[in-house]
Structure formats: C-alpha cells, structure tokens
C-alpha cells in the first residue's frame, strides 16, 4: 500500500520501479506500451489530490537525481527530473547558484514541482515554472521529446505544468542567479491591517506572505529582502521558533484541538498569541523553506489580485459566521501572471489562498464552503491540493485547456500516462 505524505490518497500498485538512467526509464515506457499497462510517476507525495494514484506501474526518480550541466555565463542549469527541491538548492549553491525564488516547502522532486505549478510569493515573481528555460520528456510513444523557448515553444507551454499528462520528464533547464541571501522578518499584525495595505507592501518588499488565524484579527506575516554582510549562526532562537514553536508545539495544540473540537477557537487564539517578532539573514535556499513536520490536508486556490480583498474578507465573514472544527492558519500568497497554459496564473497577477484541516480530521465540509467563495470569483485551483472541479469546469477556466488536451492527445494517444482521476480532468 502506497499513500501520499497526509495519508488521504491511498493506493495500491501492482509495479514500482525506481530507474537509474534515462535508458531505463524509456525501457519501462516502452514495455507498458507493449503489454498495455498504465504508468504514474510519484515525486515525494505532497500533492493531496490523487495525481499519482495507480493500480498498475508507478514510478519512482528517487534514484534519478543530480545535475546534468552547468552553463555559469548563462546562469542555465540543467538538472535530473527526480532532484529533490532540497539537494538542488545546496548543488547549486556549491556552483555560486540559487533560484530566483521557491516555494514554502522544499522535499518536492523539480518535475513534481512544476508540473502542479507550485509557486513561492513575491508579485514580482511568477511560479517555479516560469523559471524553466527548457523540458525534455519521454512520451506516450517512448520517444525522447526536447521543447524549450526556442523549439517547440507551443509544446513547451503545455509541458511547463502538464500534472504528468504528456510523458515523463527527464531533464529540466533552469534559468538560475548567483547566490544571495535574505533578511527574513516574521510580525504580528492586524488583519484589517494586511488586507488595507497588502498591496503596498508588496510593491515594497521582495517576497511577502502573511497566515491569518482563524476566528481571531491576527496574522503573522513573513516578509524576506536581500541583504549583504555575514550570515546568521543557525542558533537556539532559530530552533526554538522553527522547531519547538512551529511544529512541536503547534502539533500538540492539534491533537489538543483535535480531542477537544470546542476548544478549536481557543488553540487559534492561543497560537496568534504566542506569535511575536523574530529576524533572520542566510543564503536564500534556507530562507525560503520552513519545516512542516505537523501534517495537513489543504486545498489552494488561485483568484485575481484584484479580487482578492473581497474574497478574503468573504472568506473570513463565512468562517466567523459557521462553527467549523479549525484553527489551522490560512496561507496568502502573491504571484506574477504567466503565459503558461495549464499555470493557475495564466494572464493574471493573482493571489493564492490556502486552507489547511489538520490531518486527522474531517475537512470535506469547510472546504466546500471555502471552494464556493473562491469559484464565484474566477478561482483557480492549485493542482496539488484538494478541489472538486472536473473538465467541463476547468475548460471554462483556464482559456488555452483545449490546446493543452491536443498536445496531450498528440504526446500520449494511447493514454499511456493517463490514469482514472486525470480522464476526470481532461473529458467531461
């Protein structure tokens, strides 16, 4: 039995293969093609719809990590499709490199990452995908297919997010920067605060996001800066916030939560009390990620910027007025529009808002409501996190859906890669 990282996604397949080489993994396609089987590929099971849910072969690029290339005059890493988030930052550190930006969590694969559109914050900056120069894939043919900006450019669009629908990705090219470091400023603030200002502050600062607790005014928000001089001394005020106060002792308020559903408000009064100030500077691959030791099931979605007051002053009106079991915080971030056909940010800066239920508990109520409020807007939803929009749905949504499914047809016409949740998405 397989299952994803919060345990809602459950499966059991009758192949796991963990290839080596890119041979190897052309030889598994090969084969299923031959015997008329199924293939998923799994990253590190943090997406929490059924993406990687197969009753046939799943594979596994664990063991298919590292760089491929390093061009430092172009700052173009190319880099193995299985390379955790976490490994590719600290190789490409020891290159005098960094990405531009990431994302909140770094155990995610690089073709896992971008192939559910995950994304950091920053208005001046688009999801991890728009850092992606070139893509080269195995196909539903077993044929070795390269797209990048300067071949195959409508292919490439579809293949920057593609949920594993057009093959599996090999190689991928990143457009990278030399190394620098953040200053990392956590706080505490009103809410009505945040929601009158967020727009300035993030014209000011480079990468912002703020956790509004629920049923209370407080947020924490998190914004980071570059910054010179030395680096911090990972140290004891580091681990005590990081560690003990995020994790460890948000865990046990969960559980606390969790027995006790009537004391929901008071752990999420309690948590937006013991928030205060805290500062930290290093280099940018340890900034941006964040321990998550406390395991959740969440739901993400995608609405324009400039909707996005309204919609959160919705969101926040709909939780006050319903009793719901919550206390997780609800994570807001801001993201450069894109052109990038399946990119939840296709032709529009926008703004993501994301709700978490703490995994023992039921969450399916509270986010139909949430779900409601955010489709009313034009929401989008995050392809990793939970949502119920199927294809009829998610035609009317993302403006070049069609084109994506002819690529898909054209890449894998015997459906080769397309399990029973994916022909949920792709045919009405």
Same mark, same amino acid.
């Given at each position: 039995? !397989? ?89 490409? /550190? ?30 001046? /900056? ?6 992606? !120069?070139?893509? #080269? ?19 490439? !669009? ?24 953040? %200053?990392?400023?956590? %706080? ?41 001089? !030395? ?31 009537? $004391? ?35 739901? %993400? ?31 807001? #971030?801001?993201? $450069? ?12 800066? &926008? ?53 994506? $499914? ?12 397309? &399990? ?5 998405? /792709?045919?009405?």
């Amino acid at each position: 039995m !397989k299952k994803n990282w919060s345990g809602n996604v459950q499966f059991s397949p009758t192949t796991i293969a963990l290839p080596a080489t890119e041979e190897d993994i052309q030889q598994l396609v090969l084969t299923a093609i031959q015997e008329n089987r199924k293939i998923r590929l799994i990253g590190s099971g943090h997406s929490f719809t059924p993406l990687v849910k197969t009753n046939d072969i799943l594979i596994s690029l664990d063991n298919f990590q590292g760089l491929v290339s390093v061009d430092q005059s172009s700052h173009q890493v190319t880099v193995k499709a299985g390379t955790k988030l976490h490994l590719l930052g600290q190789l490409l /550190f020891e290159q005098g490199l960094a990405m531009e930006n990431m994302g909140d969590i770094d155990r995610q694969s690089i073709a896992g990452t971008i192939s559910t559109g995950t994304h950091g914050t920053g208005i001046k /900056f688009g999801t991890i995908s728009t850092q992606v !120069k070139a893509i #080269r894939f195995i196909n539903g043919l077993g044929k070795i297919v390269e797209c990048s900006e300067k071949e195959n450019l409508e292919l490439f !669009k579809a293949a920057q997010v593609s949920l594993g629908a057009l093959g599996i990705i090999t190689q991928i090219t990143l457009k990278c920067v030399p190394t620098y470091k953040l %200053e990392l400023i956590n %706080e505490k603030k009103k809410l009505a605060e945040v929601l009158a200002n967020y727009s300035q502050i993030n014209q000011e600062n480079r990468n912002f996001e703020f956790y509004y607790f629920p049923k209370t005014e407080y947020v924490l928000t998190k914004t980071s800066n570059l910054a010179n001089g !030395k680096p911090d001394k990972a140290g004891l005020s580091s681990f005590f916030q990081e560690y003990l106060l995020e994790n460890m002792a948000f865990k046990m308020l969960c559980e606390y939560a969790y027995r006790f559903p009537s $004391k929901n408000k008071r752990v999420s009064d309690f948590s937006a009390k013991a928030v205060g100030y805290s500062r930290k500077v290093y280099y940018s691959h340890k900034i941006y990620a964040t321990p998550r030791l406390v395991k959740f099931n969440e739901m %993400e979605y995608n609405v324009p910027i400039d909707a996005y007051k309204e919609v959160m002053k919705e969101v926040v009106k709909c939780i006050d007025k319903n009793n719901f079991p919550v206390h997780f915080p609800i994570e807001n #971030r801001f993201v $450069k529009e894109d052109d990038i056909y399946l990119s939840p940010a296709y032709g529009r800066n &926008s703004s993501y808002i994301a709700c978490h239920v703490y995994y023992k508990k039921p969450f399916q109520e509270y986010f139909k409501v949430l779900e409601d409020i955010f489709k009313a807007y034009d929401g989008r939803p995050h392809w990793g996190k939970i949502h119920t929009l199927e294809a009829e749905e998610l035609q009317e949504r993302y403006p070049r859906f069609e084109e994506f $499914k002819q690529h898909r047809a054209q890449q894998d016409p015997d459906q080769i890669f397309l &399990s029973p949740y994916l022909k949920t998405l /792709f045919f009405p």
